[in-house]
């Protein structure tokens, strides 16, 4: 057996450069030790409660099964691009053995944990006054999020393992995900053409139709997630299925933990669960199967467990993948009965694969993989109803799964089409930041007059320092005008400051040419010429030698060094002219 | 006043009573308007003219019309009004300006209508300017009153009822009313549009009726008067650019071919068809469904000569024109005709079959599979038209097949019928649906997106594929028929309906594939598919869902039923864990699907199949089941698995089955003693039903015991065997029929009196009647009878002596009280004088109630 799991590929990015880690459900943080504690991470995780425990319960639960089978050495010339050429097949095939690494300790784990940062739902977090990030309850399991990413004018959300079914989490939130500029969708049902309903039933099917001839079944699970739901099925199952007698095993080190954390997390529930606390009643029904000692739970199979063993029985235990964990005992010892049956309920395993190192095997088997995350047809809906301006998705979303290519409703269909990413893909994503939002300090907010050019809109002329400190920007008021240099001292200071002349105002407006000659007439001037260009109009006054040009965006008034008639001449081009 | 008009009406109706009895002595029949109700009749009229006075039930008033029709079929209508001159008063009070309720003037429009119905009243009515005032242009049309639809309904419904005679058409033409007709027809509210539209087609029947005879028939301007005039309007609306009035015409002309095939019809259609098709030639057509409903109408009437007409040529060419939606109905229809050129059906079928052309020609890689396409070939319709809108193909496609389903029971049937295309077609369908399907096109694949889980479009092409079953099909179809069917009862997707509808589907293939002509047998491919199909069954009787734990058992039940003799189908179901499993849901917390628990139990203990085989040595395990049964009818909380378990019981009984025969008496004796406590009357009833199988068999065997007995049992009808009489009373029997025939639910009675009434035509020879009443034992028994009937049932009978039985048998009026149960309940308070009493009853009219109807 390998102890060594594939982590990430180190290549694609240098975490000691990463600030910040969203950790969206405790399903996606198993690797976490490995960057906290070997990269140089130095950033901040954030999740959300039930996320951090109950993800340590799973990686306990991974830690302790395998240091049940300690290994002195670790093999590791088999790696050698040239041995593993030879090796059998799923070995031969393994991509990037040489980031293979040992599994983490308990007190990596502990150490990875305590970099999170707890975050509620809805909760704003600015990350460096740059974006803010919130997390957003995605339905799928306890404490699991999406992820808004914003700043002001721009939203991006990130969904990753979202639900829409009513399950035991609190529902999805759909209506903050609106208005979003990009959505990233990732993290859908691994089984789209299995409906957790249908399976649920047939889990329960199964499992009776065992139990009543006489079999066991095993249910190779995670400590945590769907299994809550297949007990609350079983609790209203079993006493129409004739079932009441048969016990249910509950076997992991931390199967006390998960069905009492389960219990704890009322605000993290739907809302039926979260009004039963208030009764007070325990939100999950296995409660009541554990009190009238219809469920026991056992930290391992030796022990207790031994001792209260009765057949024929129901276990739940893991691993999942039938390497290693509890599940590896029930498998030899039932394997043999066709009387038996394994259910296979986690869809992140493919079952043949799990079961060939048993093969032979004379006990039945079922495929019900149970999987609440979005399947394409929710996709669609969802789309619909948030109707972000970009979906942004794995490659494998935009196009049929390989095995059933005709399934053309197995993918995300969406206008404009989904832009689609690979694998150590780096994407930019489709919008332009244009606008920052500037924040105006109150005394310079009050020197401002603002002019209406068009109903609705008006303008002001500001001048004031802009301050830029952690992604904010501030506009202060300018600091007063220099004074008259009185001191070496003083001199110096102003010299700091930027040069900051008295500021003239800006002009708009266009000036009427017969009302200026009028104008003009009326001031004394006399022998007025008006001249059409290309451009404007130029008015002579031939008696004093002046051209006064008028232009789109400019007014020139040339005189020859008569600088008292020049400034008589400007104030009356001002007359026309809005200042502001 | 209302005093004073209480002793006025009371004056009245001693008047028309004495009135009545005239009449009585005159001879005429008085069956109906009874003395009681002639008094209470004057009583009535002042509170319907009395503002004041609420009628608060229009179903009463309703009843009160049903009434005075029922009246006026037996008398002279004339006579009524002279004779209960209230009646005229409430009449002629409607004429005044009053603050009359709405309810009350359409009631009075309506009455009038049905006096008028008769020729000498409706011209008596005339004289008193009552008609003109009440339909006449100054008359309802001027009230207030007339914004109110029932007022409007009730005077287009007086008008239906008095347009019976020539003096009617007269007043009709003379008053205006037809205009008033014409303009009703668009009303707001459909109840009177839709009767404008009726009494316009009436008013058209009756004047052609009498106007129009022999040559002048074809000749339009020959046609009565009236007649021309609402041709010429269903003309004019059928050249008018507004929809609406298209349809109306369209309508009355539908209705006018349904309903009158007298031979003017054929001249209207001569003159009405050329609009009519230049309607087709508009864009859009208007009205289709309304235009296909015509063509259907003229196409089923006897009297038009089609080819000559044209209206063949129609059709066909509104076929071709429809889009596939619109032509399905019309195709249907049209293949529905008795006589139908072959070409036409041939486009009708095409038609119908194009959206299943269709699909196939989009999943399959061969040129297309012959039969099917044939017809459709030129045809330009897609799949990439039809899944513009997957909601309208969806739609298509359920009303396709269940237009096949339905063309495929009836005698009309196209022959050649192309069943191995059909059948290609919709398991492809089934296969889109359950995603099962792997086709190469592009088409194929956005056909899977949109069947893909599609529910109703499964249910459908079950349902056809059920009935296909009927047909002949080669052999690999059918492996694929199973294959499908088996992959649809296996996969977690299948909803509960579905399901149901497999199982029904499943039933029927099993029953027909490859039939051996009078052979029961599966066939070796049915047994192959129920080795597999056993442990889905398996599965699905462990469903968390009871709606498939239940379809599954009666699935289960039928197949017993109907192969559970044979030894191939006994071994397939005994290697598997399905009896075992039918047994446990005996205990299933829900009551249905304990109730089909009890059934298929029954059944396979009928045929021997129970889940612990029974040998001779062990009758224990079949002992079981049937002291489970006997559980299960006396404390089970839910009526349905109790009256199952009498249908198998009754069912056990009949054909013999061991553990009946075994005791008998202690069998019949211990269900009837649940029974008889029993809250249900459907547990009761057949528990008479089990009594009466065992009396049939009983008197069967006994009359076979009887050494004189010559000939057949049921030709001589023999008398019973004393002793078989004694076990009747020990039973007890004849105490649980005579305890049924006081029961307060009436089925059981009537059933409890039928029993009775054979025992007793079956033991009148016994004894004679002269002991009845001498046991002493007889008048105890009388007296207990007595006091069951007052209701005290809980005393027992006592020890019977057969004699005294008989002797009670004999005593009572079995068919006097077969007669009263015949009545319904409520035939006490049917009667018109209960209908008057309620009616001035709600109003308080009546000084003492005197009614105890209820």
Redesign the interface.
Known sequence: MLQEEGTYQTELIDLSTVDVILISNYHCMMALPYITEHTGFTGTVYATEPTMQIGRLLMEELVNFIERVPKAQSASLWKNKDVQRLLPSPLKDAVEVSTWRRCYTMQEVNSALSKIQLVGYSQKIELFGAVQVTPLSSGYALGSSNWIIQSHYEKVSYVSGSSLLTTHPQPMDQASLKNSDVLVLTGLTQIP???PD?????F???L??TV??GGNVLVPCYPSGVIYDLLE?LY??I????LSNIPFYFISPVANSSLEFSQIFAEWLCHNKQSKVYLPEPPFPHAELIQTNKLKHYPSIHGDFSNDFRQPCVVFTGHPSLRFGDVVHFMELWGKSSLNTVIFTEPDFSYLEALAPYQPLAMKCTY?PIDTRLNFIQVSKLLKEVQPLHVVCPEQYTQ?PPA???????MIDCQPPAMSYRRAEVLALPFKRRYEKIEIMPELADSLVPMEIKPGISLATVSAVLHTKDNKHVLQPPPRPAQPPSSKKRKRVSEDVPDCKVLKPLLSGSIPVEQFVQTLEKHGFSDIKVEDTAKGHIVLLQEAETLIQIEEDSTHIICDNDETLRVRLRDLVLRFLQKF | MGVEAFSVAWDRSEESLECSLQQHLRGTAVLIMDPECARLLPALCAVLADPRQLVADDTCLEKLLDWFKTVMETECSLHLLQDHPCLMELLSHVLKPQDISPRVLSFVLRLVGIFAAQEDCFQYLQQGELLLGLFGETGALSWAAWNMPSVRSGWIQGLCSLAQHPSALHFLADSGAVDTIFALQGDPSLFVASAASQLLVHILALAMQGGASGSSISEAAAWPVCAQKIVNHVEESLHSKATPQVTQALNVLTTTFGRCHSPWTGALWGRLSPPVACLFERDPIPAVHSLMDLLLSVARSPVLNFAACGLWEMLAQTLSRLSPTQAGPLALGTLKLQHCPQELRTQAFGVLLQPLACILKATTQAPGPPGLLEGTAGSSLTVDALLSSKSAFVGLLCQTLAHLEELQMLPQCPCPWPQVPLLEATVTILRLCD?S????S?V???L???L??CVRVQRAALDFLGTLSQGTSPLELVLEVFSVLLKTLE????SPTVLKKTFQATLRWLQNSHKIPNCSDLSPDALLFLGELFPIL?????????EVRDSALEFLTHLIRHWGGQADFKEALHSS?VP??AC?LL????SYVRASAVGAAGQLSSRGLQATPTSPENPQAQQGLLMDFMHILSTDSEGFPRRAVLRVFTEWLRDGHADVIRDTEWFVATVLQAVSRDLDWEVRMQGLELAQVFLIQAMGRSSLHCPYTVGLPEATSPSPHPEFLQTLCRLPLFEFAFCALLDCDRPVAQKACDLLLFLRDKTTSCSGPQEAGDSPNSASVEAVLQRWREGEQGQPLGDLEPEAMLAILRSLDLEGLQGKLAKSSDHMEKSPQSLLQDMLATVGILEENEADCY
């Open positions: 053409t299995a409906n249908g399976m649920v039933g047939e329960c099917s199964n009776a139709l009543r001839n099925c209203q199952y006493d129409s299925a004739g019900c049929p059933q290519s005709h399934r053309m409703d197995l | 995603g399907a792997n086709p190469s592009s194929g694949g956005r899977c997106g949109t893909g889980g996969s977690p997707e299948s398996q599965k699905r009787l462990c469903s968390p869902c009871w864990e075992t499993l446990q205990q299933d917390p829900e």
